[in-house]
Structures are given as C-alpha cells and as structure tokens.
C-alpha cells in the first residue's frame, strides 16, 4: 500500500509564494511520475504540473513562470514552489503519483489527500 500526503497549504496574499510538499510512503520500488492538480469550487480538477522519475517537467500554461515542480527521489518527495500567486490560484491542490510497489510489475495510480490554498487579500 501506498499513502501520498501533501503539506504547506494555507492562506496567502496576492504576490505571495507558498511551497506544497507530497511525500509518498509504503512499500514503494519506483515512482514514475507525480502530478499536482487543482481544483477550485464549480471547476472541474486540472492538472497543475508533473515530473517524471527523469525529471522532466511540464505544467499548465497558466502557471508556466510562476510555479516550480521539483522531486527529491531519494525522499519520494515533490514540491511545488508556488510565486506571484493570484485569487484565480485558490484551490485544493492535490498530488498524484504513478507507483510500482515491492510485490507488483506494473504501477498504479495514487492521490494524496489535498491541501487548500486560498490566495486572498
């Protein structure tokens, strides 16, 4: 089993910077990807930014200069470094990483719990 639990959510003002971690736990081989979505109230969920296990990155166009993914692959960790944050920001970020435990051949997919993230004057 694995758990993914995200931290470093909370209330900023607008122009501010927060830093979100996801750390996965458990009987963990390989993380091949980690994702960070979002999803604000009456919205469906987006994909936020993602990193593969070679580092490569990619995010949506609305954040590109202004957030940072990043992974420490020794701490199972992703971090999303999160500037000049705008109202439109405020959502609950969540993590999702593709895993192959221990006892499997392939990966499956799992999501942390989500942080809030609320940008607000």
């Known amino acids: 089993q694995v758990q993914l639990v995200e931290s470093g959510g909370g209330l900023v003002q607008p122009g501010g910077s927060l830093r979100l971690s996801c750390a996965a736990s458990g009987s963990i081989f390989n993380i091949y990807y980690m994702n960070w979505y979002r999803q604000a109230p009456g919205k469906q969920r987006e994909l936020v930014a993602g990193?593969?296990?070679?580092?490569?990155?990619n995010y949506a166009d609305s954040v590109k200069g202004r957030f940072t993914i990043s992974r420490d692959n020794a701490k199972n960790t992703v971090y999303l470094q999160m500037n000049s944050l705008k109202p439109e920001d405020t959502a609950v970020y969540s993590c999702?990483?593709?895993?192959?435990?221990?006892?499997?051949?392939?990966?499956?997919?799992?999501w942390g719990q989500g942080t809030q993230v609320t940008v607000s004057s």
């Open positions: 999702k990483a593709g895993v192959q435990t221990t006892t499997q051949k392939y990966y499956l997919e799992y």
């Open positions: 990193i593969t296990s070679g580092s490569a990155t």
